[in-house]
């Protein structure tokens, strides 16, 4: 046992994860909010239809409220605790509500905004979904009970999620006959993480089966994330790939897909005409893998949403995709983020922007774009993405040079509800700019993030009174900065003083800020936890809807 001063000092660095800041608390209703609306676009929305986005904030609210004061009765409980049972209380409750409202659909008191169509609601059991069980397993038996709901004669099964139960050879052997007879009636197949920890030769048959018992069906969604396909997973499917001529949402996200599984999935598949979702996130595409990509990205002109994130994509294949992306005149949300573009792409990338005039989210984080880069993808969209509401620039070495452009560029976009320019090296000078450019209007904006930027006073103050007066602004990120204690009380005096009904509650955590060090200063001690607010953000980032 240790000493009561050792007890003491024990207590006082005790890191505490409840209860939450406004800010955050905040965040979670707008989460909540566009899961419930028709901003989502989960199995569980589809299944179950969405609320409009007025009842949805109103319902999300109530939630948040009832989960946090049963959460903050429980923390009551365990006054020596970290909190941490509370959040999972928190998060599991708010998640269990809001399934419960979608279940009970859309309910108003107010005359409808627009006459209602007379038109019969569709049955709840159009959706087949086992994928919200713990992960298991499942060999013959099992997929015999499990599947039977899928044999009863006269059932309206479209869309199947088969996600997070892996599939043996006995059990995909029960599965094929059922899928085979019901395929011409599904129009969404959810077979993503289906034979984890599965041997690869047992994993290959698996698929073989289920590509064979779906070959000719009509399917508009497909997702085949998650399996470790390589190339010989791809082909694999190639039964299934090669009969699809409708898909509008494709998924191939963690797939281990390298350059000639993306020639194989390219050539597979006859037609993306109609296709509007397209997501390679995470695999290891490389420069070779990236023009197959692209040529499927150009035989796509109906793209809406297109990710290829965090694919190890160097300069010749971001200058193929980026070329490739000029035929997709409808993208709404391009995501190229974590990849090696450099200066060249960035480049070719800013000859293609305008003619994406319909762009709402635009992420081009972590794609070594640098001062040169950035300028010319700057100068062009503030000519043509006036409607753009998400920019993420974090982390391509942007220093206080190219900020004028950017400056230029932020003026000209008045939708903009999101701006990160996180881990880049602005300093106070490039952080004055950026900040003066969002002062005035920019009445939607409600997240900022300058993290990690080598900022002071100077330009911690200005950011602060740049967003202070806009009611509606949600978070503030300032943090791994160089800001002395003076300077966050000024941050803070600001903030109490603005027209943010949040105040103090719209400024993200500082646990990372250097309050007595200088830029290039060495952290020699490091800290690999994170504080009680950051803890707790983390732990409802990734908040779903769960069955």
């Given amino acids: 046992m240790g000493s009561p001063a ?52 109103e319902n999300a609210k109530r939630i948040e409220e009832m989960c946090f004061a049963s959460a903050d009765e429980h923390f009551k409980d365990e006054p020596d605790g970290d909190g941490c049972s509370a959040v999972q209380l928190y998060a599991k409750e708010t998640s269990k509500l809001m399934m419960e409202v979608l279940k009970r659909g859309h309910t108003t008191t107010a005359e409808p905004e627009a006459p209602v169509v007379d038109t019969p609601p569709e049955p709840a059991d159009t959706v087949f979904d086992i994928s919200g069980s713990t992960r298991a397993f499942i060999e013959a038996d099992e997929a015999k009970e499990l599947l039977s ?64 018992a779906l070959q000719g069906s009509v399917l508009r969604y497909l997702n085949i994330s998650d399996n470790a396909l390589g190339e010989k997973g791809v082909r694999a499917f190639e039964e299934l790939l090669k009969s699809q001529y409708s898909l509008e949402e494709l998924y191939a996200m963690n797939d281990g ?33 990236a023009m197959s990509i692209a040529d499927m990205v150009k035989r796509s002109p109906n793209l809406e949403s297109f990710r290829c994130s965090a694919t190890r994509i160097g300069s010749d294949g971001g200058v193929a995709l980026a070329e490739a992306l000029g035929t997709c005149t409808c993208l709404k949300k391009l995501d190229l983020r974590d990849n090696l573009f450099g200066v060249e792409a960035g480049i070719a990338l800013s000859k293609t922007l305008p003619k994406l005039p319909d762009l709402i989210e635009l992420y081009l984080s972590d794609l070594n774009l640098e001062n040169t880069g950035t300028v010319a993808i700057a100068n062009v969209l503030k ?66 993030d300058v993290s990690t930027n080598m900022l002071r006073r100077a330009g911690a103050r200005c950011c602060a009174q740049a967003i202070t007066n806009k009611v509606g602004f949600l978070l503030l990120n300032i943090n791994g900065n160089f800001i002395s204690e003076e300077a966050v009380d000024d941050v803070k005096e600001i903030l109490k003083g603005g027209k943010n009904s949040l ?23 490091g800290d690999d936890e994170e504080d009680g607010e950051g803890g707790l953000d983390s732990k409802l980032q990734n908040l779903k809807v769960e069955e």
């Fill in 383 to 448: 000519q043509s993405a006036p409607r753009l509401e998400v920019l993420e620039m974090a982390g391509n070495e942007i220093t206080a040079k190219a900020t004028q452009a950017l400056a230029e560029c932020l003026t000209a976009m008045q939708s903009l509800k999101k701006l990160t320019l996180a881990e880049n090296e602005l300093g106070d000078d490039g952080a004055v700019v950026i900040a003066k450019s969002l002062e005035d209007d920019h009445l939607d904006l409600k997240e900022l």
């Fill in 6 to 57: 050792q007890d003491a000092q024990s207590r006082t660095f005790s890191i505490k994860l409840w209860p939450p800041s406004e800010s955050t608390r905040l965040m979670l209703v707008e989460r909540m909010t566009k899961n419930l609306s028709a901003d989502s676009d989960s199995i569980f929305s589809r299944k179950y239809g969405c609320l409009g986005k007025e009842e949805a904030h």
């Fill in 503 to 525: 105040g103090l509650g719209v400024l993200g955590s500082l646990d990372e800020n250097d309050r007595e060090g200088e830029p290039g200063d060495d952290d020699e001690e």
């Fill in 149 to 212: 709901p899928l044999t009863k004669p006269g059932n309206s099964y479209k869309r199947i999620c088969f996600s997070n139960r892996s599939f043996g050879i006995g059990a995909a052997n029960v599965a094929g006959p059922i899928l085979e007879s019901i395929k011409n009636q599904l129009t969404e197949v959810d077979i993503s993480d289906f034979v984890a920890g599965r041997p690869e030769d047992e994993a290959l048959d698996v698929m073989r089966i289920f590509s064979k």
């Fill in 257 to 289: 897909i390298l350059e000639e599984a993306a020639k194989a999935l390219s050539d597979l598949i006859p037609s993306t005409e109609k296709l509007k979702v397209l997501h390679f996130h995470n695999n290891m595409t490389g420069d070779e893998g």
